[in-house]
């Protein structure tokens, strides 16, 4: 899995990884780790980003998503993302032959403790496909509504 994309600029976190042509393992993680500046606030923005193509099998796909924080927090978020409409039009925006989604997730929240505030993020999918193909990448976007 590669680096797609990153960025760590004007209280912005950005990140976006390859995801194989072979396809995304069932047993592989995407992992996403950064610390975070002390002037950014508690309450952080927390979106997924991803790019598919057509040739994505689904309408659909299932995300296991576990955040862990420098304030011992860990939570567990499952995800299950809509490509595509009833009718089977894909929902995202195209381009190409690449079609591109946000999804927002709950507000991440680092406390300031007084020492290095930092995330990690996990994201497994949740189909029973030993690989997942037609995807193209996925990623994270963190930031303050400032």
Request: charged share 20%.
């Amino acid at each position: 899995m590669f680096l797609f994309f990153s960025c760590h600029q004007g209280g912005q976190y950005h990140r976006s990884l390859r995801i194989p042509s072979s396809g995304w393992e069932i047993n592989n993680k995407f992992h996403f780790e950064d610390s975070i500046s002390d002037d950014m606030p508690e309450v952080l923005k927390l979106e997924l980003n991803l790019r598919h193509n057509p040739h994505y099998t689904y309408s659909n796909i299932w995300l296991y998503i576990r955040i862990s924080t420098s304030d011992s927090l860990t939570r567990m978020d499952t995800v299950n993302w809509a490509l595509a409409n009833p009718s089977g039009h894909w929902i995202g925006k195209g381009w190409g032959s690449l079609y591109s989604l946000n999804y927002q997730l709950p507000d991440l929240i680092i406390r300031n403790t007084g020492s290095i505030r930092w995330f990690k993020i996990d994201i497994q999918h949740g189909l029973r496909d030993n690989a997942l193909k037609g995807l193209e990448d996925i990623g994270i976007r963190v930031y303050s509504e400032k």
